[in-house]
Each structure stands twice: as structure tokens, then as C-alpha cells.
């Protein structure tokens, strides 16, 4: 079921993207991608940042942490408690969502520039 919905909401994307290069302007596309990019960087920038020092402080107390602890923290994750895990749970949500923006952004950008040329 997953699956099938998965399908369906990327057809009905395409559907509307195709309907969009040909309704809207190829540089206001690329306008919007370029404004969709700037709010995941301002979101994912500051709570990125601030996730990253959360599990710092709550894992560096318990276990030493490696060299390269900060490229994926994910893994992490196994030496919270609960209530540590409710304390960065938000921090790290809406990071991943200001990320998933970012590369959004990036590619209405990129298709909108294309469309320009």
C-alpha cells in the first residue's frame, strides 16, 4: 500500500510539473526553487547545528566518541535514554525536513534553469 501511494504522489508531482513548465515562466520557477533552497538552508542550518552539539552533550558523557562522530550521528542514537531522545527528536526532525527543502529547492532550480535554456 505504501508502495502504490509512493507511485501516485510521484505521477501526480510529475503530472504538475509538466503542467507548471508550461503555465509558469522558466525564471520564476527557478526563482521559487532558489526560495524553496534559501528556507530548508535557513532551517536546517541553525537546528543541524544545534542537534549536533544536543548529542554531543548527551553521548560524550556516557561513551568516548570517534573522530568523525559529527558525519553520522544517527548511529548515535542507541546511547540515549528516552528522555534524552525526546530532548533531540525535534532538533533532528526538523533538520532532516529543512534538508529535504534544500534538495527540493535545488532541483525546481536546477529544472527551472533547464526550462530557461
Known sequence: MLEITLVLITLVVVGLGGITAVVVAPSLIATVGVGILLLGLAMALPTGIWYHVAIYR???????LPRTWWVSPAGLHVHLTDVEQRRIRPWYRIGGIGFVLCLIGGGVAIGGMLLAR
Open 58 to 64: 548527551c553521548v560524550s558523557a556516557k561513551i568516548p
